[in-house]
């Protein structure tokens, strides 16, 4: 039996409420919403299906300390009195988000310094190398959390932020993110019992989440790393089999999705998402304006994401 510990889920301003709802629904207990975030009760497996499964989960991060600090000596000496080698070894990378708010730390970027050179001081003393920096795909990505005196070190099983499916190789300006595009489709109480209706659809975000959610498509599906694949408790069989058991609910829709757009460049770019998506016989893309559009017979719903200043 796996222990349960807290686990805190981000997502975009308004959405707490439905990443709530999905991450109850993958059976987490405990769920109390913060803003822009969600914290429960869970285990590792929760945390593998909350990566895979949630379509309004941007990171998942377990928390791993707490301390009070009221100065960036005192943070550093905090920091120290962990034992890192324990979690990282000097051919690995790490890097460390900073979140600081209140009247003791005014600088985010100069505590996540503190905070570093504490953790590569460690290494040095005892190994004279230090293991290296990396901010685009580190080993192990730590989340520094400050409010006030109070101190949250994090980890961030995610790495990369959830809303970067893997489907979307081109953008259009402005696009919509994948997160508040899934968010504002199950907002909108569609139940994938009808046609749905993109004609300003850019990059073919909001259809392609449409047809993701309609046919139960993972939001992990089309993603190759998340962060806890380089932690050393990193569970291959349990993830294969959360993998399986989630993609064996993936279903055909019966009703029609339509993605439409006056840009041709709009239209391409599209058109290419949704074929590396593998999706181009579930999402009809078409070059039209929306006063010229009909819409397909049996009623439906329409989102659109209007070009940003006109709207």
């Known amino acids: ?19 709530a709802r999905e991450i109850k629904a993958l059976g987490a207990k405990n769920v109390r919403l913060m803003h822009r975030a969600v ?33 960036e000596d005192d943070l550093y000496k905090k920091v120290q009195e962990i034992n890192w080698m324990e979690l990282i070894r000097t051919d ?20 996540g310094l503190k905070m570093k050179d504490a953790i590569v001081d460690q290494f040095r ?12 795909n580190p080993d192990l990505r730590i989340n520094l959390h400050i409010r ?41 109480g569609w139940q994938a019992d009808c046609n749905f209706i993109d004609c300003m659809c850019g990059s073919g975000t909001l259809p392609i989440e449409a047809a993701m959610f309609a046919m139960k498509i993972p939001p992990g599906y089309y993603r ?30 019966d009703h029609e999705i339509w993605a439409s757009d006056r840009s041709p460049k709009a239209v391409a770019i599209a058109e290419g998402n949704v074929k590396y998506a593998h999706l181009q016989h579930d999402i009809h893309v078409m070059k039209k304006d929306m006063h010229d559009l009909t819409p397909p017979g049996g009623g439906g719903i329409m989102i659109i994401n209007p070009p940003y200043g006109d709207r």
Request: glycine letters at 4%; charged letters at 30%.
């Open 224 to 253: 190759k790393q998340w962060g806890f694949m380089k932690w050393d408790d990193y569970d291959a069989e349990l993830w294969e089999r959360i993998r399986k058991e989630a993609d064996a609910k993936i279903c055909d829709f």
């Open 125 to 136: 003393e005892v190994y004279g190398i230090r293991p290296s920096i990396n901010t685009l």
């Open 148 to 188: 006030e005196d109070k101190v949250t070190l994090l980890f961030d099983s995610s790495n990369e932020s959830l809303h970067h499916r893997g489907y979307r190789k081109q953008v259009d300006k402005a696009p919509m993110n994948e997160v508040l595009a899934a968010g504002l489709i199950q907002l909108s």
């Open 1 to 19: 039996m796996q222990d349960n510990y807290q686990l805190i889920t981000k997502t975009a301003a308004g959405l707490e409420e439905v990443l």
């Open 39 to 71: 914290i429960c009760e869970g285990n590792k497996e929760l945390m593998y299906r909350i990566n895979y499964e949630v379509r309004t989960a941007l990171k998942v991060l377990k928390p791993f300390k707490t301390f009070f600090a009221k100065n």
């Open 92 to 111: 690995q990378t790490f890097c460390i988000d900073t979140v600081a708010t209140g009247r003791f730390f005014t600088h985010s970027q100069y505590a």
